[in-house]
């Protein structure tokens, strides 16, 4: 979250939008409240994952304007992202560029830290916000599972 937040922080210094809704009070975790759960939520937000992901990407050397992030839903044929399969993605990415040698294992180590860092913040974002914040989907015994 701190490499994030810096990474917008640089943008705003280009004078362009941030990719993020992080802020210092998000970092800074003792400023954080057990009534105020704002700060704690935008680390597990859409635009945090894409510019995460986007990053990574980066990092792995492809770019994204090919809608990357982006699949179709097969019921409504919108594009919709599901960010545990982009965590996937980078995982295969990164284990095929170490495998052809593009790749010192060092750095892919440090990268590699980074993707399970991004594929728990993936897993937390669709349990809350397609599950639990989904008032059609009843959490239960039968459920639960999923």
Sequence with gaps: MERCYAR????????TA???TLSKD????????????????????????????????????????DGRLKVK????????GYMPEVAVELKRLLRGQVQSGEMLP?????????IS?????AHVHEIFHM?????????GEKTIDE
Aim: charged share 25%; aromatic share 8%; proline share 1%.
């Design 8 to 15: 917008d922080a640089a943008r705003l210094l280009r004078q």
């Design 18 to 20: 941030p990719q993020t």
């Design 26 to 65: 998000t970092i800074v975790l003792n400023r954080w409240s057990k009534m105020n759960v704002a700060h704690a939520k935008k680390c597990f937000e859409w635009k945090t994952l894409c510019e995460i992901a986007d990053h990574l990407y980066r990092e792995l050397g492809v770019m994204t304007d």
């Design 73 to 80: 839903d097969s019921k409504t044929g919108n594009k919709v």
């Design 106 to 114: 060092e750095i892919a180590e440090a990268i590699q830290h980074d």
């Design 117 to 121: 860092s991004f594929e728990w913040l």
């Design 131 to 139: 599950r639990l914040m989904n008032m059609n989907y009843q959490v």
